[in-house]
């Protein structure tokens, strides 16, 4: 494989990191200056992928940590440093917006940059940690004195892999590898194709200690990376399950394929809303799409919300005896939600069995026949059973009684997203769904889940 030639659509062109790089030199130099004459006791670093040359071609983001002498109290960390980073945003004519992570920050849209501009505390270890962001720029030093040049063109590669194969980005919409993640496998492994080989055969818990701190069993996740610059903490904390396995298969899918290339790729599919409505079709499943308006608030805040309702919603509906087969929820992150539910069943009979006691607890039983009547009650194994009327044979008419003002709190709601499903839910067809450009997309990915992991 040359992957020479997959490094030139990838890796930004020296013109392009000559740019980065000024224009990170001019804000540094700004923050600098500004520091100097306002007599603020701060050391301004550029940090990330940037900083370390492990950013792919078109996602050079510029983060600028502003570091703080450890006794500044948070208030005065907080005020000192959005006052910085809003008066750098204006010195180029920026368009600023505070966002919050350990506390607030600033990104601004500075000349085509996104520009993250971050108060932090200056730490030398992670046991003086102050808040989550101190770490990052003991991150960059880390990766920039382990990783040579040729290091860095290796994490370019996996990441591409992994953005191709949707196993990156640790953010919760997608719980994959986050970027110091990759970079650390690098270190570890020596290359793309030693990280994959590596990973085929990972199991749960898998556990590297680049610095053998000896820490690793005091974590309970499917891949343990303990971070070098704090003992006490796994970096691969935000991975979640079926990313860390898909990223297992799609190495191994990889490793044996003749079209190596194109893992490196977009899936080269034209998708329209007539064959993704004849795959629905062909499934002979009922699908059942929920949509409802989404309420203005952070994507990191919108997506665990999201997901724990439709887990819950998917648990309360199986508690109902109806058979889920497949469940998942997507946003368009601007004003609208959708919760898809393929069912394997979706419609009961109109009686159901009603466990009572096991008949060997004389009281039990005595008060479960008083209450039903004995002559409508008999014995599955050794429990007594009541047969009873259910109060719902069709799924829809129990999620409609559900998303109830009355009801909506016995499931476990996004508390930001209860107000809305309440007050503007609705059952939407999947032909209707399929004419929205965004969740076509979704659509496709609910019916072909393999198609990203093997080409």
Avoid at 81 to 109: E, I
Avoid at 278 to 305: C, Y
Avoid at 357 to 384: R, V, W
Avoid at 389 to 414: A, N, P
Wanted: glycine content about 6%.
């Amino acid at each position: 494989m040359d992957y020479e030639l997959i490094l030139k659509d990838i890796k930004p062109t020296q013109e392009e990191q000559n740019d980065i790089d000024a224009m990170s030199d001019k804000l540094v130099d700004f923050l600098n200056e500004t520091c100097k004459k306002e007599d603020i006791n701060a050391k301004i670093a550029v940090v990330g992928s940037v900083a370390k040359h492990t950013a792919l071609k078109g996602k050079s983001d510029i983060d600028i940590f502003m570091a703080f002498p450890l006794e500044v109290s948070e208030d005065r960390l907080k005020q000192t440093g959005l006052y910085l980073a809003h008066k750098c945003s204006d010195a180029f004519n920026g368009d600023a917006s505070h966002h919050f992570a350990s506390h607030p920050y600033v990104q601004s849209d500075i000349e085509g940059y996104d520009v993250d501009l971050v108060p932090c505390y200056e730490i030398e270890d992670g046991s003086q940690l102050k808040s989550a962001v101190d770490r990052t720029i003991l991150h960059t030093r880390y990766v920039k004195g382990h990783l040579t040049s040729e290091g860095c063109d290796e994490v370019l590669l996996l990441k591409r892999f992994m953005d191709m194969t949707g196993t990156y980005g640790s953010e919760f919409k997608v719980g994959g590898f986050a970027g110091y993640l990759c970079e650390l496998l690098i270190i570890k492994y020596g290359s793309f194709e030693e990280t994959l080989k590596a990973a085929t055969k990972w199991q749960y818990g898998h556990i590297i200690d680049l610095e053998d701190y000896g820490t690793g069993g005091q974590f309970d996740d499917p891949l343990i990376m303990i971070d070098p610059t704090d003992k006490n903490r796994n970096v691969g904390a935000a991975l979640r399950l079926n990313k860390f396995s898909e990223f297992i298969q799609s190495a191994r899918n990889y490793l044996s394929s003749d079209k190596k290339r194109d893992y490196f790729y977009p899936l080269d599919k034209h998708i329209d809303k007539e064959s993704i409505l004849n795959e629905f079709e062909k499934r002979g499943s009922d699908f059942i799409a929920i949509k409802f308006d989404i309420p203005d608030m952070p994507l990191d805040t919108l997506h665990p919300q999201l997901k724990m309702t439709t887990e819950a919603l998917a648990g309360k509906i199986a508690n109902e005896e109806f058979n889920v087969f497949c469940a998942d929820y997507a946003s368009n992150e601007e004003d609208t939600a959708v919760i898809l539910f393929e069912m394997a069943s979706s419609k009961l009979n109109n009686i159901k069995i009603n466990y009572g006691p096991k008949i060997y607890l004389d009281k039990a039983c005595n008060n479960f026949t008083a209450k039903y009547g004995p002559e409508t009650c008999h014995i599955i194994d050794d429990f007594l059973v009541h047969t009873q009327k259910r109060q719902f044979s069709d799924v829809r008419q129990f999620i409609e009684d559900l998303f109830t003002t009355e009801h909506i709190g016995k499931i476990k709601v996004g508390k930001n997203l209860r107000k809305s499903i309440v007050n503007s839910y609705e059952f939407i067809s999947i032909e209707d769904l399929a004419s929205d450009e965004f969740y076509i997309t979704f659509l496709d990915d609910f019916i072909n889940p393999a198609q990203y992991i093997v080409r």
